[in-house]
């Protein structure tokens, strides 16, 4: 008869075991997306391409404690394939993966047959040029925000096609996918788990955008005003006192409706824990494919929201990207430059180390996974 220690440490590996199942791979821990490298380039020439980004900032974040690059790619740049697999090569020869996102073209996927089929092509296509790589440090990701708001059925029907269209060429990589409604989490929270088992499935989280994006989804609004919102904002008095001291009249009542919402560190890790239960439940791996604040807003609210995000991802044992290194809801370097480094204090909130170049850092703390 086995003895209590013995099913104890059956029960304790068992445990590991379903985590491991619910967790994402390690290479997808903390990534930062590169936004205009193969997404609205400054100049589409292939040589140009090639250069965009230089090694040292490779080095820079490796170094820092980035695990993954993820590369957002227009349709209109699968021209010029030889440029991004020499990304892809250059990424992974500094020890980083690579999640390569395709970007959705202007024809509406969810009303025109064709431009679905023109999807499933790309990927045939993309998936050739992917090939090569090594699967355990390359991840495709078959879209970046579907929509899908009327029919979310049809987008997972969608996405089960291009799994398979990929799947044939790349056996063995970590296909990425995400739920309707923007990729959000209520779309994620909806979406059918597929059968490949050898998936990961991102959300988008941006949440409030009245802070995060300076209530930018409503044209006209003064974004210096809503650049004061305080996070987190549990003091009600303080929270509306700044939005009572605005005069653009639906600048101050967006304010006031933030206010009321009473966003905090517990509010935010409460949505993203939504997700990682999602995971947990079947079991699968969860990752936070895009996450920022405009670096208009000010310094302690920004800081404070992204430590809340990252810390909240890490206690659910989910991965997560910045949106982005040349982005202003991230770095905001753009164009890339080697020689300016990246703001500490956005290092920190990051759980990262900031380091110039060529400086040595101490190794980065793993990141939490689920129990």
């Known amino acids: 008869m086995p003895t209590i220690g013995y099913r104890l440490l059956v029960a304790a590996l068992a445990l590991m075991l379903l985590a491991a199942a619910d967790a994402p791979p390690s290479a997808l821990s903390r990534g930062i997306s590169v936004t205009h490298w193969f997404r609205f380039p400054p100049d589409r020439d292939p ?17 820092a404690g980035f695990t993954f690059v993820r590369l957002p790619v227009q349709p209109g740049l699968l021209t010029a394939p030889g440029a991004l697999a020499d990304a892809v090569a250059r990424i992974q020869r500094h020890g980083l993966a690579v999640a390569v996102s395709l970007f959705a073209a202007s024809r509406p996927l969810e009303t025109d047959p064709a431009a679905r089929g023109e999807l499933l092509g790309m990927w045939h296509d993309l998936a050739r040029v992917l090939r090569p790589f090594d699967g355990a440090a390359t991840f495709p990701e078959v879209l970046n925000e579907p929509v899908f708001a009327n029919a979310p059925g049809a987008w997972a029907t969608l996405q089960h096609q291009a ?23 209520e ?9 490949d088992r050898n998936v990961v499935y991102s959300f988008h989280f941006y949440q409030p955008a009245e802070l995060t994006a300076l209530g930018a989804f409503r044209p006209g609004l003064d974004a210096a005003a809503m650049a004061r919102l ?17 005069r653009d009249r639906p600048t101050a009542e967006l304010m006031h409706y933030y206010c009321s919402q009473r966003w905090d560190v517990a509010r935010v890790a409460e949505r993203i824990a939504a997700a990682g239960a999602w995971g947990r439940r079947h079991h699968v791996g969860v990752l936070a494919g895009e996450f920022g604040a405009s670096e208009r807003l000010n310094a302690p609210a920004r800081l404070s929201w992204l430590t809340a995000v990252r810390e909240a991802c890490e206690a659910a044992g989910i991965g997560w990207a910045l949106w982005g ?8 370097l753009h164009p890339p430059d080697d020689r300016r480094p990246i703001d500490p204090a956005l290092m920190q909130s990051l759980g990262l180390i900031a380091t110039g170049n060529h400086e040595a850092i101490p190794p980065h703390r793993p990141v939490a996974t689920a129990p």
């Not at 040589?47 to 170094?63: E, F, I, S």
Request: proline letters at 11%; aromatic letters at 6%; glycine letters at 10%.
């Open 47 to 63: 040589a140009a391409l090639r250069g965009y980004l230089g090694d040292a900032t490779l080095v820079q974040l490796k170094r």
């Open 325 to 332: 290194y040349d982005d202003p809801m991230g770095f905001g």
């Open 230 to 246: 305080p996070f987190p904002a549990p003091d009600q008095d303080a929270c509306q006192a700044v939005a009572g001291s605005v």
């Open 163 to 185: 799994v398979a269209v990929i799947r044939a060429t790349l056996p063995a990589s970590t296909i990425i996918l995400t739920g309707a409604d923007w990729g959000s989490i």
């Open 187 to 195: 779309g994620l929270l909806s979406l059918p788990p597929e059968p």
